[in-house]
């Protein structure tokens, strides 16, 4: 009996062991992806396909996965009130940093934040100064949107003025909130910098995803004389863009260069939402994310400014349109204004 005893205590101690040593295993993993961070992206209710804002947040995401090691995870919001669920999820998963993928996720990110202030919290498009409790393990990652509007509003003049056409142009907003206006305010500007007799018709749709919204705005501006559509609008700015591709006009594209949709694009006005996730990523990793602040992205920072530009635009044009983004940077354009009259 004794001689089994130490037999069966034996093979005990092997299977402690095995267990152990898989444990170690995993451990090791664990503590891996614990020094290189944990962060989770909610998006909002455009998703990963919009084409645009969130998938662009996404892409931010993805290199860091790449560069930096981080362990990276998504949830995808179907409504509003997926916002709170979605973000403790985040948090009860284990994640160091949840970044909230813009301005409508602010009331939820601030409720969030405040339950657990051990926690790291950044929010795409809201200021921090505008945060319910102002809870200091937040920050808001905000865009200048309005030079990046300036700069295809006065492209988008440039070109019609080559070709000797009337000088209207269309805008397509979604929900009438800061981020949008401030596109659709330097949009107006621009125009009216590359010749003041131009005209800019604009108006919103309610939503970011209904895309039949967004193409009746716009073929109600195109009705009007509008030679250029600009959506603002998510996903449902394709809808936009659909319209100007269904009467031979120009299109412009919104957060993301959305050159790809095809040859009726003239440009886009990126929003580099790809950068601002992966660098506050880069800050939690590193040791530097603060809160009680934000970060701001403009021209001179690589945040904003324009995606690929057509090839039937006169090289004369794209030359001038790279010096005005040299003055924007350089602050010899100021006071582009970040409201819609």
Not at 11 to 16: D, E, I, T
């Amino acid at each position: 009996m004794k001689k089994r005893a130490i037999t069966a205590l034996l093979a005990g101690s092997v299977v402690v062991l095995a267990v152990a040593a898989l444990a170690g295993t995993g451990s090791a993993a664990s503590a891996k992806r614990s020094a290189a961070g944990s962060t989770c992206l909610v998006t909002d209710i455009g998703g990963l396909n919009d084409r645009s804002f969130n998938q662009s947040a996404y892409l931010g995401l993805k290199a860091a996965q790449k560069t930096l090691g981080i362990d990276g995870r998504v949830v995808t919001s179907s409504s509003g009130s997926d916002y709170i669920p979605n973000l403790l999820s985040c948090v009860k998963g284990g994640s160091d940093l949840t970044i909230g993928v813009g301005f409508l996720m602010a009331d939820a990110i601030a409720q969030v934040a405040q339950q657990f202030p051990a926690s790291k919290f950044a929010i795409i498009d809201y200021s921090f100064a505008d945060l319910t409790g102002k809870p200091a393990n937040a920050r808001g990652i905000l865009f200048r949107e309005q030079e990046a509007g300036y700069l295809a509003g006065w492209l988008a003049i440039q070109e019609l003025m080559s070709q000797k056409k009337p000088l209207v142009l269309g805008a397509v907003g979604g929900l009438k909130i800061p981020p949008v206006d401030r596109y659709i305010a330097g949009y107006l500007a621009g125009a009216k910098a590359a010749n003041p007799k131009a005209k800019v018709l604009y108006g919103y749709s309610q939503s970011f995803t209904d895309q039949s919204k967004c193409k009746e705005i716009a073929l109600n501006q195109i009705a009007q004389g509008s030679r250029v559509e600009f959506g603002v609008a998510g996903s449902c700015g394709l809808g936009a863009l659909s319209a100007a591709h269904d009467n031979g006009l120009w299109a412009i594209g919104v957060d993301a260069d959305q050159s790809y949709l095809g040859p009726y694009m003239l440009t886009s006005a990126v929003k580099r939402v790809d950068v601002g996730v992966f660098k506050t990523i880069q800050s939690a990793k590193n040791g530097t994310f603060r809160g009680y602040g934000n970060t701001i992205f403009s021209v001179r920072a690589g945040g904003v400014g324009l995606g690929k530009i057509s090839p039937k635009v006169p090289a004369s044009i794209i030359a001038a349109e790279k010096v005005l983004e040299k003055k924007i940077a350089t602050g010899k354009v100021r006071g582009i204004p970040t409201t819609v009259p």
